[in-house]
């Protein structure tokens, strides 16, 4: 069955903390990784994303770790701020199709 | 650049009355959009993948016969609920893909009564 399995569920940081969500999937079929960021009442945002043939990439103060053998994938918030509180999706995209597997999302609240 | 909108943003319909939610791509032109569903403090579910000219894919389990889409043009995706119940109030997003990435429309909050 095609997963992608995220953790925690929600977290909780002090401003200026660096959470940190995990993902893991199974289908090495999956060919790109996105990082999704929704507010209450919107849809979500593209955050940032990574292909498998990349171990990280950083922007700004988000940065992606990929580990291809483990087949998990990270998102590190760096100097996070009240404004970052928010629910994210880590998801896996389905080479073939081009459709977007999610995660169950975590809800991340950064205390001021 | 690659923004989607949709329309309406909220609606509220009566059981058994039908519903169209407009999906469209402002900035570019998207030959593949997809309709998702999400309950509160749930994860998105696809529902279905719309092909410019062509008839969506559903995904297992979501009726078709009741989702109606249609994707007549590059820019615009439409979902119909019909004979709405209240089951069927969630919160409906498309997306556009656009070179490699998929970008989100903002919602429509729809709630039968």
């Known amino acids: 069955q095609q997963q992608v399995k995220q953790s925690p569920q929600s977290l909780i940081v002090q401003k200026g903390g660096i959470p940190i969500i995990n993902c893991a999937y199974e289908?090495?079929?999956?060919?790109?990784f996105p990082w999704y960021q929704q507010f209450p009442g919107k849809g979500p945002a593209l955050l940032i994303a990574?292909?498998?043939?990349?171990s990280e990439k950083k922007e700004g103060r988000f940065t992606i770790s990929f580990n291809k053998s483990a087949k998990q994938f990270s998102l590190h918030i760096m100097d996070s701020q009240p404004g970052d509180s928010a629910t994210y999706f880590c998801?896996?995209?389905?080479?073939?199709?081009?459709?977007?597997?999610f995660g169950q999302g975590t809800t991340l609240q950064v205390k001021p | 650049g690659a923004v989607v909108s949709q329309h309406p943003s909220w609606v509220i319909c009566k059981s058994g009355t039908s519903v169209k939610i407009e999906c469209r791509s402002l900035?570019?032109?998207?030959?593949?959009m997809f309709w998702y569903r999400q309950f509160p403090k749930q994860s998105l579910m696809l529902m279905a993948t719309?092909?410019?000219?062509?008839?969506?894919?559903?995904e297992q389990g979501v009726e078709k016969d009741k989702f109606l889409i249609n994707h007549a043009s590059l820019t615009l995706s439409t979902l119909t609920v019909t004979s709405a119940h209240p089951e069927d109030s969630s919160f409906y997003i498309c997306?556009?893909?656009?070179?490699?990435?998929?970008?989100f429309g903002p919602g429509t909050r729809l709630t039968v009564t």
């Open positions: 990574i292909r498998p043939d990349v």
């Open positions: 998801a896996a995209r389905e080479g073939n199709t081009g459709k977007l597997i």
């Open positions: 289908n090495t079929a999956f060919d790109y």
């Open positions: 900035d570019f032109q998207a030959t593949t």
């Open positions: 719309s092909n410019e000219g062509s008839k969506a894919t559903y």
């Open positions: 997306s556009a893909r656009y070179q490699y990435e998929q970008y």
